[in-house]
């Protein structure tokens, strides 16, 4: 299960159909506390990035199968992509998303 592999996804893993499905299901629980249109955003950010995290988890349960080239790869994609849907999420969920792990001086 190299990286090379995880290129070519599983349907379930490739942001169509079964993300719109969960972003459905989450966009509707989420307007028990929220506007249609903020729901649907917040669900958006939550699971557009799915492809992202099932490489996290494929590396979490199988470590020894990827190489130090596979990984580099899946940080600069992850930090390319992910980010800027959690930020969003929070935003929209009302949080100030602080960067709380960065000291003063790197800010």
Not at 26 to 42: I, S, V
Not at 44 to 66: G, K, M, Q, S
Request: charged share 25%.
């Amino acid at each position: 299960m190299q990286f090379q592999m995880m290129l070519h996804r599983p349907v379930e893993l490739t942001g169509d159909k079964n993300a719109a499905l969960a972003n459905d299901i989450l966009g509707r629980a989420l307007t028990q506390n929220r506007n249609h249109k903020d729901a649907d955003e917040l669900a958006f950010h939550f699971v557009d990035w799915n492809e992202d995290a099932a490489f996290v988890v494929a590396f979490l349960l199988y470590p020894e199968r990827f190489s130090g080239d596979d990984w580099r790869t899946a940080v600069d994609l992850f930090l390319c992509h992910v980010p800027g849907h959690v930020l969003a999420a929070a935003r929209l969920g009302g949080s100030e998303a602080k960067a709380i792990f960065l000291d003063a001086e790197s800010v």
